[in-house]
């Protein structure tokens, strides 16, 4: 298997398990993981959904990197802007349809696998780039980005991103409207 089977295998293997993290919360509801599942159907808890399952679709790669002997650098800032990039070209993409169209699903799933798509062939380039020497940056990236995710669970704007149009609230369990 070659880096580049196998980020197309990610691009699929990640669109499956945000599936499965979507509903992480619902039926493990805690603290830990109201920080990296969606706990609500606000559009921002969705990105929790993608970012979460890169994240953990990454832990995964990294064991086969090393089962397949691929040859690959830089493996700590590509996740770090696989999961940043993938919030970006999600909602530059989503939000101009949400606000013509409404949330339609099969639109919905269409927008996320391009994001996912997207990020995984910017992560194949990082990953085919000389050693940066940056993966404590990477790190500290993905610690900080799911730190703003859980002060944005607990403390969220009014802002439409951040509202479950379904429960009609902001945030885990605060702000009813």
Not at 32 to 53: A, C, G, Q, R, Y
């Amino acid at each position: 298997m070659t880096l580049k089977h196998l980020k197309v295998v990610s691009v699929l293997g990640m669109f499956i398990l945000c599936f499965l993290t979507h509903f992480l919360y619902n039926w493990f509801p805690n603290a830990l993981f109201s920080i990296f599942f969606p706990v609500n159907e606000s559009i921002w808890e969705h990105m929790k959904m993608m970012t979460s399952s890169i994240l953990i679709w990454s832990v995964l790669e990294y064991f086969l990197f090393k089962k397949f002997r691929i040859n690959h650098n830089n493996f700590a800032l590509s996740v770090f802007l696989e999961v940043v990039l993938s919030i970006v070209i999600f909602l530059i993409t989503y939000l101009p349809i949400y606000h013509f169209t409404g949330s339609v699903f099969i639109l919905n799933l269409i927008v996320l696998f391009i994001s996912l798509y997207f990020v995984n062939v910017i992560s194949y380039y990082i990953l085919n780039l000389r050693p940066l020497h940056k993966e404590i940056l990477g790190i500290a990236g993905i610690i900080l980005v799911y730190i703003i995710m859980g002060i944005l669970t607990y403390n969220p704007p009014f802002n439409y991103i951040f509202y479950d149009t379904v429960e009609n609230k902001y945030g885990i369990n605060i702000y009813e409207v």
